[in-house]
């Protein structure tokens, strides 16, 4: 067994044999991947890990080197961390940091509490809209709230991206423009 110490909290990519992200793995695990060669490694990331044996770079990115098929899971849970993820931290109203959930049509007057009526809001426009919808107060939110979609979600979950996978993510921002 390699003794790697890697960086507190720090992970990498996993790719399918076709290159297609499929999971983020302990910086450890992608290093016993490699070293059973289960794996290549694509990308490095910084530091050299050190085993009996062996020393190979930090793998950031490693691609399986034989295809394994993957059942997807298409549907990306609801929770108060995923909906701060999916904005960004942000609040919907102001831009401003975020720390509620609103409900854009309110719960109260029968909004649903689904991905598409639901946004991280910061506490004072939270208060301020109170019961009330955007329309009525004249607000205009920065993005209409969807579900979140494209591999970068069924990978990371609610994990912040390296930037050194930026290649093999769909990291854009969301496009669709509140109207
Ligand atoms: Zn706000």
Known sequence: ?????????????VLNATYEPLCVVSVRRAAILVLSAKAVCVADGEGILHSARN?????????????V?????????????A????????????RGPAETIDHVFPRSRGG??????????CARCNHTKGDKTPAELGWRLHHLPAAPKGNAWRVLGH????????DWLDLREPEVEAA
């Open 1 to 13: 067994m390699p003794d790697i110490r890697p960086t507190a909290g720090s992970g990498a990519l």
């Open 112 to 121: 649903r509490h689904a991905w598409e009526n639901v946004v991280a809001a």
């Open 159 to 166: 994990r912040a991206p390296d930037p050194r996978w930026a």
């Open 83 to 94: 909906i701060f993820a999916r904005d960004g931290w942000r609040c919907a109203y102001c």
């Open 69 to 81: 098929r993957v059942p997807y899971r298409t549907h990306v849970g609801l929770s108060r961390r």
């Open 55 to 67: 020393a190979l770079p930090v793998p950031s990115v490693v691609r399986l080197t034989r295809y």
